[in-house]
């Protein structure tokens, strides 16, 4: 079987934007890097049922979202003064996409009009206290995608907090909740458990993995469980990055930049506790992103410094990773999307 892989990318050295792979997952490789869209730093990707494509983007010093048709032809661009966003994710019921802002603090929202293209309905600056982190200078908005119940999660790294809001179908946001993270953990990315009652959050800033409990009645997550993604004998500099749950919920993976390793949790009957069980070098340099292909046979890991993608096979018992391909040329990649 081929599938699909598409790669968002930095274009400050070698890379010319959006990339895609193919995994032959007969052969268990990774085969046929093509370019399909020149396009300036479009590091993180989101794709639609009708199979249009919605990138970070940036259009002469100004930042915001682009959206693409399925054969990578660009229908517009929505851009505002500074930054470029550095996440998106779509709304299919409300036919929206969000994106988040880091460098501005900003939660962003477009409209999905009829022939694919996007408009700006509503933003949110985030203006709460900041953490003691030297990296936690302003808030900064990282991740801006939907709970289980279709409200909208949003970590913000400088603030410590998640936000919960509640979406109009015009996409417009109204507050619901806000998850306090202790101070320094730099919220990072989410995921869900399948069950929809847990979420795993990474803290980018202090190198873990928190389970929350997830309350569908107001929004609110709990603490339940706070574990480290890192040995303890490691006191190098590290980041951590990206998180997925295995489709069956019975195992997270979490990326570590800097200690280059993916580290693999078994997740507790119901949900709400992890147990480690393996960390594998990712064969590179820090790895930002990764993702599971929609057998979970495979996963993908982009190492955004050494310019290349590593291919592991998954046992789907255990959970560990055993690695199968290296040294896979993509260019700054930094977003792993599989064609689902």
Sequence with gaps: ??????????TRRESKGIYSITLDTEKEQLVDLTLRAEEKSPT???????????????????GGCGAYTPAFELLNTVTEE????????????????????????????????????????????????????ENQDNPHVHYTDLTPDQRLAVC?????????YDVSAEGKLTEAAVYVAAAGT??????????????????????????????????????????????????????????????????????????????VFEVTEDGAGLNFIQRRS?????????????????????NQNSDNLTLYRRNAETGELTTIQKDVYAPECVCVLFEK
């Design 1 to 10: 079987m081929l599938q699909t892989i598409y790669l968002g990318t930095y």
């Design 44 to 62: 993180y990707l989101a794709r639609s049922k009708k199979e249009r494509v919605y990138t970070v983007t940036e259009v002469d010093g100004a």
């Design 82 to 133: 500074g930054a470029p966003l550095c996440y998106v994710a779509v709304d299919e019921p409300r036919q929206l996409v969000y994106g988040a802002n880091y460098h501005k603090g900003e939660v962003n929202v477009y409209k999905i009009l009829a022939d694919g293209s996007i408009e700006a309905t509503d933003h949110i600056y985030h203006d709460e206290p900041v953490g003691p982190h």
């Design 156 to 164: 913000d790294l400088g603030t410590d907090r998640v936000y919960t």
């Design 186 to 263: 730099g919220p990072r990315h989410l995921v869900f458990h399948p069950n929809h009652q847990y979420a795993y959050l990474v803290g980018e800033l202090d190198s873990s993995l928190t389970v929350l409990r997830y309350n569908e009645a107001d929004g609110s997550f709990e603490e339940i469980q706070k574990v480290p993604t890192l040995p303890e004998d490691f006191t190098d500099f590290n980041s951590g990055a990206a998180v997925r749950v295995s489709k069956d919920g019975r195992f997270v993976y979490s990326s570590n930049r800097g200690h280059n390793s993916l580290v």
């Design 282 to 302: 990712t064969e590179g340099d820090f790895p930002r992103d990764f993702d599971l292909d929609p057998t979970n046979k495979f996963l993908v890991c982009a």
